[in-house]
């Protein structure tokens, strides 16, 4: 339970800043949990990208965590370098317990390939859990348009799953918007986008989707799995 806030602030907070500006959405975060007690996940996706250029301009120095599978494109591990080099925050890699080695040794190889759940739960997380225990509230890029399971999505909403503050400042933006933002603001953006890969994760579990189809169609091809586990 955040120490700033419980459930019944948490609602008041997402009715008073129900519809209003990303920024002003970040501005509340980041002056109600302090330097230490919120960060931004980051996967130097589309949304996320936006979030750093903004919350950096609020307040530099910001705390911005990445999960780093070690199975991500080397176009990513690019975009990170330009991100780190671009902006003033405080940019943490967040890494699994066992390596992909160690991994292979326990559950065999390609264990994306037969049991992606686990591999998500081990790659992703629980390292995500073991950052969000140490905070009050975390922000994320998820919006309403993005999927069925993300239609819900609220500004602020209590993070059942993990007990602390969920910031959704896009919430309510849709792709155009987000694309608006990148190019007003040349925002060093990952280069994939721009081959018809809208999410991007994991090498083994991401495709480029095809015209007509849904943006996360290309996440864990083959499997009825849409999400990491991060949002449910
Ligand atoms: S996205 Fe794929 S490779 Fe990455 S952690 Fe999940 S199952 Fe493993």
Sequence with gaps: MSVAMGPREVELAARELAGRPPEDVLRWALDTFGPDGVALACSFGAEDVVLVDMASRIRPGVRVFYLDTDLLFPETYETCERVAARYDVRLEQVRPALSLAEQAGRYGDGLWARDPDTCCRL??????????????????????????????????????????????????WT???????????????????????????????????????DPRAGRWPGFAKTECGLHR
């Design 175 to 213: 792709w155009d918007a987000v694309w608006g933002y990148i190019r007003a603001h040349d925002v060093p953006y990952n280069p994939l986008h721009d081959r018809s890969y809208p999410s991007i994760g994991c090498i083994p579990c991401t495709r480029p989707v095809r015209p007509g189809e």
């Design 123 to 172: 790659r992703k997380v629980e390292p995500l859990r073991g950052v969000l225990a140490g905070l009050e509230a975390w922000v994320t890029g998820i919006r309403r348009e993005q999927s069925p399971t993300r239609a819900g999505a609220a500004e602020v909403e209590w993070d059942h799953r993990f007990g602390l503050v969920k910031v959704n400042p896009l919430a309510r």
